[in-house]
């Protein structure tokens, strides 16, 4: 079992550009969340998917940010547009079911800078 | 809203010596998780603790959870030099998904 795979690791965008996050859950998982850390803060909710179904975007901003988890392939967090306060870490998590009952399994991230 | 809040925010200890970690919360949860942080890295699943439960352990690590007083302790016993990181706790309310972080305590074990 590979883990939660977040991918690009690092990601360098200028302003205006968009930036796409990839995360594939945990084999068997089919609940995924998606939180940001700016620097030296903790984690701070975005969004929660089921497989094509937004469940949560509360802590999404309401502009220029989107996620989806489609039927085949990995959960993708857009981001369009950016500026330099979208520079953060990005985190993706996933579990096995969404009543908070089970461990929330976390990737390494994508550290996203906006020049 | 429900926010964890970890205390103390900075901790150095000398390695061998225990670390104590507390976390307070507002809400009735499902369960309690702690997680650990190395710098610039991602996030390592410590423990899970459910609300029915008062106390775990793994390794090194015990976690107490007193759910009348909203708080949960992490204790890293024998501390090592690799504990050096930061540690969050993360709380998932009764009936929902969400898990709400604290903004850590960060942890230095001098060697």
């Known amino acids: 079992n590979a883990g939660v795979m977040q991918n690009p690791r690092h990601l360098v965008r200028r302003r205006g550009q968009e930036a796409r996050l990839r995360c594939s859950p945990m084999k068997g998982h089919s609940h995924v969340y998606w939180y940001r850390q700016l620097p030296e803060e903790g984690l701070k909710f975005m969004v929660y998917l089921q497989k094509e179904n937004i469940i949560d975007e509360s802590g999404m901003p309401k502009e220029r940010f989107s996620a989806e988890f489609p039927k085949e392939g990995p959960s993708i967090l857009r981001i369009q547009q950016v500026v330099r306060g979208d520079s953060a870490a990005y985190f993706c998590?996933?579990?096995?079911?969404?009543?908070?009952?089970?461990?929330?399994?976390f990737g390494q991230g994508t550290r996203l800078t906006v020049v | 809203s429900q926010q964890g809040e970890e205390d103390p925010q900075a901790l150095s200890i000398q390695e061998g010596e225990n670390a104590t970690m507390n976390c307070s919360y507002k809400t009735s949860i499902n369960n309690l998780q702690w997680y650990r942080q190395n710098s610039g890295r991602g996030l390592v699943h410590l423990i899970l603790i459910r609300s029915n439960e008062r106390e775990k352990h793994s390794g090194r690590l015990r976690v107490t959870l007193d759910t009348s007083k909203k708080s949960s302790s992490l204790l890293i016993t024998a501390s090592r030099a690799a504990d050096t990181a930061s540690y969050f706790c993360?709380?998932?309310?009764?009936?929902?998904?969400?898990?709400?972080f604290g903004t850590g305590t960060r942890l230095k074990v001098l060697a």
């Open positions: 998590a996933s579990s096995q079911t969404g009543d908070g009952g089970t461990e929330a399994f």
């Open positions: 993360a709380t998932a309310s009764s009936g929902t998904y969400k898990y709400i």
